[in-house]
């Protein structure tokens, strides 16, 4: 029996590896099954199980949160996503990201009035010393 | 005796310092174990990413990815630095830090503007100081387990930006893991993405896509971005702990050489105190 090899991984940890016989995704148009010589085919899979089925027979299920499937005639390759993935929440996570350099910005501003702040202190400091010495001057 | 008081002071002050260095030292070489784990948890994904794109370069897509476009004329740049949040860890940050003001440099001398990303807090500290360059995003604070969550913003900003022609050139800075012993400051181009190799071999053949080539291609480039900053991440823990495990080693020897010449110089000054006691003695009885 022919097989096709069958790699699903994602970034923070390798899920799967082996032969198969059978692999169905839910691609981002509907379900898929693959088997060995599969023309190539490149999309997108929605949030949802991958099933592989082993020459044994053996058939083992996985939950991918998205990503990406790449169908080559001896290999097909799932990148699973770690985490949802839109649009949005891409955008926010952008957002949020400039924020904080933003922030990390202004505190600048406030360490450089800080100083000023502090320069006009030791200023001030320095002419109630003077004034200080001064009025005991005066008394003797 | 107040000389020899004194030294002791300095010996137990010594002793303390050492404890802090010696805990240091175990913490990292425990966590960098760790480090090292997750850094070979994710190889296979950067791996297989790589392949994928390689299949993508060589077949005869319909649609040209803006990341595979190579400008020629370079007005901005993007710089994405990977660094620790916190120091103690020798000379890392600073030997990258180095590096890359190099190239920084050599881009503002031909008038070219330089955008920055920063991941870490040395590498926010080291871009405030700077003048001349805009910084456009930072992530700091990822922990022992980093997540590719937590780096989706600031790469989305530097991808937008090159997608809009804001930006010519990305490149990524981190420092690389060679073993425990050697990391290597290293600064890479992350966009235009290196083109495929030569001519393609074999008939011409295209993917069937769905739905349709672009909204497939646009997350595969995106994912494989992402992939190079995540692994340039994990190298850098590794490196941290690393890095700070050598430095923290180094500081316990030379706090333990410190300690032996103090000991010393204490035991010398307690003789020379007992022996000119015992003069003074004799000296006395001999007067009477």
Known sequence: ?140 | MANAREIRSKIRSTQNMRKVTRALEMVSASKIRKAQDLMRASRPYARLMRQVVGHIAKANTEYRHPFLARRETVKRVGYLMISSDRGLCGGLNANLQRKLLAEIRAWRAQGVEVDVVAVGQKALQFFRRLKDIQLVGSVTHLGERPRVEDLIGVIKVLLDAYTADRLDRVFLAYNDFINTMSQKPMVGTLLPLPAGQGLQVGHDWDYLYEPDARSVLDPVFERYVEALVYQGVLENLACEHAARMVAMKSASDNANKLIETFTLIYNKARQAAITQEISEIVSGAAAV
């Open chain 1, 1 to 140: 029996m022919t097989t096709i090899r069958c790699d699903i991984v994602s970034a923070e940890a390798e899920i799967f590896h082996g032969e198969a016989t059978l692999v169905i995704a839910s691609g981002a148009m509907g379900e898929l099954g693959i088997m060995p010589r599969h023309a190539p085919l490149i999309t997108r899979l929605k949030p949802g199980q991958v099933e592989v089925v082993r020459p044994d027979g053996e058939r083992l299920s996985f939950y991918v949160s998205g990503g990406i499937l790449e169908v080559q005639p001896q290999v097909v390759t799932v990148l699973a996503d770690t985490a949802l993935r839109a649009a949005d929440i891409d955008e926010a996570a952008a957002l949020k990201a400039k924020q904080e350099a933003q922030d990390a910005l202004s505190n600048r501003k406030d360490a450089i009035e800080l100083a000023e702040a502090q320069a006009q202190l030791v200023q001030a400091v320095a002419q109630l010393q003077a004034l200080e010495r001064l009025r005991k001057q005066l008394k003797h």
